[in-house]
């Protein structure tokens, strides 16, 4: 039997993870900067994530939303000092492109519009709606005819925010971009995003699949920009390694949605109710969001340093530990040689190394990845570091 895989073999056999590490079948020990495309934000293992989900396994696996249970009204709790704001509703799925999914059926039974707009190197994931949505034609072309009318707009152009219309139902946009290359919005384009949505009655879709959950150095991304979406969708490290995701909805929204409106046989299932009551608590017990500011701070201007003598970096970029090195030639041979110096980072867009580090990443791990990278680029010149 084989495994259907769309992803490239990395040709390494990892064994365990703890914490920012991960070790391979020779106990090669790893810096997780890819941490599984950005979910074990809270480190691999994270403790407490670990000890609630034995305990839930131990209690009960599986349960539908229609019936009550405990963990959920504890998960509730935990995470509603977290909340986006205004959004006093929470519905549990399994994937980002869940989440993504009933964010737009969403937003087209409440405004009972039809159209979409996104913006260009967008991503939000892979299913259909969600693919209608993604910018790469790569990933949609074979699949159309997708769902209709989209149209994609310049990500960070004011300008162009003229062309949203009143037949628009939502917009959906990554405060920062993350597939695309860790790009993130300027205050300016994000206030005119507001500004030009809410003056059509278009709902505001901040897609934090990537972004959310502390990662940026705020709870939620779009809080770096004073500005507050309508719906809010949410994913990778929210179960801290769990698959879980989450939309996040005001009451006037979720007050429209009714029975039948969607539905998921796991979605919000006692392991993930537990996952995310845990995750919760670690976010706000070790002030996660304050941590990844700092660190992020110092790990780009590290990298900035590091990187000064080299032609081929067009730009380091990114807020708090969402970070690309955008190059100028393809950034293949320095993901390569990151690895072969245990250092686990991925591609974004066609020319970004992406790390998407652990909060606990250390000022030690730093310059080990820093170290690398500049081998790693130093190679991709067809050069060696001085
Ligand atoms: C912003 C954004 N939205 C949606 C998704 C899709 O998430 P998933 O792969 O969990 O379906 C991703 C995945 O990378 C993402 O970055």
Redesign the pocket.
């Known amino acids: 039997m084989k495994l259907v895989t769309f992803y490239g073999s990395r040709g390494l056999r990892i064994v365990r993870g703890e914490g920012q590490y991960v070790w391979d079948d020779h106990g090669e020990k790893y810096l997780d900067l890819h941490s599984g ?1 950005g979910v074990a934000f809270l480190g691999h293992r994270n403790p407490k994530v670990v000890e609630h989900l034995k305990r839930q396994l131990d209690n009960i696996m599986t349960l539908t939303t229609a019936f009550d249970i405990d963990v959920r009204d504890e998960m509730l709790r935990e995470i509603d000092v977290l909340k986006p704001d205004g959004m006093d509703n929470i519905f549990l799925l399994n ?4 989440a ?1 999914e009933l964010s737009l059926k969403a937003a087209r039974k409440i405004t009972g519009r039809k159209k979409f707009v996104a913006f260009k190197n967008s ?4 299913t259909m709606g ?1 693919l209608s949505v993604t910018w790469n034609k790569k990933y949609r072309d074979p699949f159309e005819p997708l769902i209709s009318p989209i149209e994609f707009l310049d990500f960070n152009d004011i300008d162009g925010l003229k062309k949203l219309d009143n037949s628009t139902a939502a917009v959906i946009f ?1 405060p920062v971009q ?2 695309g290359g860790v790009i993130p919005a300027t205050q300016e384009f994000a206030k005119a995003l507001r500004e030009e949505t809410e003056k059509k009655g278009i709902l505001l879709i901040s ?1 934090e ?2 972004s959310g959950f502390g990662r940026t150095g705020k709870v939620w991304a779009y809080q770096h920009f004073s500005i507050k979406p309508d719906i809010l ?1 949410a ?2 490290a929210i179960g801290g390694g769990f698959p879980v ?1 989450a939309v996040f909805l005001p009451d006037h929204i979720a007050e429209k949605l009714g029975e039948g409106d969607h539905g998921t046989t796991y979605g919000g299932n006692p392991m993930a109710l537990a996952a995310v009551k845990a995750a919760s608590e670690v976010l706000k017990e070790e002030k996660v969001p304050e941590q990844a500011a700092i660190k992020g701070n110092t790990f780009i201007k590290m990298i900035k340093e590091a990187l000064v003598d080299f032609r081929s970096v067009r730009e380091v970029r990114g807020l708090g530990l969402m970070i690309g090195v955008d190059l100028r030639l393809n950034p293949g041979t320095t993901i390569k040689v990151l690895q072969d110096n245990r250092v686990l980072s991925l591609k974004a867009g066609l020319s970004t190394v992406r790390f998407l580090s652990p909060y606990v990443i250390s000022n030690q791990d730093m310059e080990w990845a820093v170290d690398a990278l500049r081998k790693g680029i130093a190679e991709t010149e067809g050069k060696k570091a001085s």
Request: hydrophobic share 15%; aromatic share 4%; glycine share 20%.
């Open positions: 495309h994937s980002g492109t869940e993504v991503f939000h994931g892979r969600s990554e993350g597939e897609d699949v990537q969708t994913g990778k995701s």
